[in-house]
């Protein structure tokens, strides 16, 4: 089945680290992707990751995958105020055509 | 090179009415995708368009339909317009079907009283 799973919050404060997770269900899934949604925002592709890759690093972000397990993760380094937002899990599916798959959103909270 | 582009940004329209939202890809992107985001559901995948066909369908009633343009530019129609079709409509284009990088505009917002 289709299904990506996300945690709904989480609050860091200002110069630490955000760790943000994601599970997904189908293993036959080609691309998984981050998104960030600002308010009455749309939503901004940060990276991607191919599916036989484990990791990906791009300036402070840092994906990890774990293929065997469904896990995704998004590492924000020295995470500033303007970090906060909502992100967005998904995996790009193929079915008569490609289609992303949506978790259900992360909103991160910077504290200074 | 500009982004996306929806129009309107907003529309505010009442039961049994029909909408057409309107999106122009990125130049020389050829497929368009379209979603719903409602505080409820979620993002939902709503169909796609490449080369004025349509690739692929979602799970939605016959009410949401969409066309695509020789220039790559997509509408999509809701007819007898629901409370429940209050969403942020968005659309995302690539360069080809299949294509990992899909880029979203900012949305359209519709809201049905």
């Known amino acids: 089945g289709e299904d990506v799973e996300q945690s709904l919050f989480l609050s860091v404060r200002e110069g630490d680290s955000s760790v943000i997770n994601c599970t997904y269900t189908?293993?036959?899934?080609?691309?998984l992707y981050w998104y960030k949604q600002e308010p009455g925002a749309g939503l901004q592709l940060l990276t991607y990751i191919f599916s036989n890759m484990d990791m990906k690093q791009d300036q402070r972000l840092t994906v990890l995958l774990n293929k065997k397990d469904k896990h995704l993760s998004l590492r924000i380094a020295d995470t500033q105020t303007g970090d906060s937002a909502i992100y967005f899990c998904a995996e790009s599916i193929k079915d008569s055509s490609y289609k992303l798959i949506f978790g259900s959103g992360t909103r991160l909270l910077v504290r200074p | 090179k500009a982004g996306v582009t929806q129009t309107p940004r907003y529309l505010i329209k009442t039961r049994g009415q029909q909408v057409t939202l309107s999106c122009s890809p990125i130049?020389?992107?050829?497929?368009v995708s379209w979603y719903q985001q409602t505080p409820g559901q979620g993002l939902q995948f709503l169909f796609e368009?490449?080369?004025?066909?349509?690739?692929n369908k979602g799970n939605f009633p016959g009410r949401f339909s969409g066309r695509q343009f020789s220039n790559s530019r997509s509408e999509m129609n809701v007819s007898t317009l629901e409370l429940g079709d209050s969403a942020l409509y968005l659309c995302?284009?690539?360069?080809?079907?299949?294509?990992?990088?899909?880029?979203f505009g900012p949305g359209t917002r519709l809201t049905v009283t």
């Open positions: 368009y490449f080369s004025e066909t349509q690739r």
């Open positions: 130049s020389g992107h050829r497929s």
């Open positions: 189908d293993s036959s899934s080609t691309y």
């Open positions: 995302a284009s690539t360069v080809t079907s299949g294509d990992y990088e899909q880029y």
